[in-house]
């Protein structure tokens, strides 16, 4: 895996290229460009739709009508909230989980309604609506302005024969008096000064769409997946199966212990004093050694038992 830029590993031949080279061309800077590109308009339909729905929702208080105009509004920022985690997850490789569902306490719509309203998650996605808007245009603007400026006059070599051909100059004004007189980049060592320009800016591309995207990333993640708080629960949930796993092992492996340990060897230690009483009359040197014997059994059982 290409750790530094790009989720697939390079060839053999692009790997021996720098980083910094590979950068403007790497599948990743393009996804992430395209990200950019894609949020402004979805931007401008969830800020329309979440301003609309909310300002009458807001409007309609003062009737029965304006509560289910807000949890229709929520619900709508929550499937826009859906739509920003698949695209953040296809573009930006940033996986969000999905928040809990809106549980309702008893059945019913207006129980229904209450619980969307009451829910953190709902007002998280709207404000997501709201403030992603404005952050969305300016990365927009800046991004296709910046890349535009960039390969353009890196390129500039290229395609500077449109000026005096289409527009009757002979390339980019630098400066003019409006009079005809000005500075233009039509010489070999200022298209070469534009181009080298040029190559910077594309070289510093990719980082600078990464930096944009670096806030996207920031607020899909703080206000589209779950809480901090259902985090923990989600999180407490799992050790506390772990725990409860971990114990059950224990116990089992406690019981068999029991049973293939310390149990088998106080039956056979009974079975052996037993023997040893009968003998005791007949054979009290047998019955000696026996007891010696069961005593030492005795004792390998307590520590089995300690150790358990």
């Known amino acids: 895996m290409d750790t530094a830029y790009g989720p697939h590993s390079p060839s053999p031949a692009a790997s021996r290229v720098p980083m910094a080279l590979r950068a403007p061309f790497a599948g990743r800077t393009w996804r992430e460009f395209l990200y950019l590109l894609l949020s402004l308009p979805v931007a401008c339909v969830m800020f329309s739709y979440a301003v609309t729905m909310i300002s009458v929702g807001a409007g309609l208080l003062i009737t029965f009508l304006g509560i289910p105009v807000l949890a229709a509004g929520l619900i709508g920022c929550r499937g826009f909230g859906n739509l920003e985690r698949v695209r953040a997850r296809a573009l930006l490789d940033l996986d969000v989980e999905h928040p809990a569902p809106v549980r309702a306490a008893k059945p019913g719509v207006m129980s229904w309604v209450c619980a969307v309203l009451k829910s953190g998650v709902s007002w998280r996605h709207l404000l997501y609506s709201i403030l992603h808007f404005p952050w ?22 290229l395609w500077q024969w449109t000026f005096p051909a289409y527009l009757d100059q002979p390339g980019i004004q630098l400066w003019g008096n409006g009079r005809g007189d000005g500075l233009y980049l039509d010489s070999p060592t200022g298209m070469a000064t534009a181009s080298g320009l040029g190559l910077l800016l594309v070289l510093a ?34 050790d506390r199966g772990v725990v409860v796993d971990t114990a059950a092992a224990d116990l089992r492996r406690i019981e068999r212990d029991l049973h293939d340990g310390a149990q088998a060897r106080l039956v056979s230690l009974a079975m052996d004093l037993g023997l040893a009483k009968e003998k005791l009359a007949q054979d009290p040197e047998a019955a000696a050694k026996m007891v010696g014997e069961a005593h030492g059994e005795v004792k390998i059982a307590l520590q089995e038992l300690r150790d358990l």
């Open 136 to 157: 969305a245009a300016f990365a927009f603007v800046f991004a296709v302005t910046f890349w535009t400026v960039a390969w353009s006059l890196f390129l500039y070599p």
């Open 205 to 238: 591309g990719p980082w600078v769409i990464r930096g944009l995207t670096h806030v996207d990333r920031v607020l899909v993640h703080g206000l589209l997946g779950p809480s901090l708080l259902a985090t923990r629960v989600s999180e407490l949930e799992t």
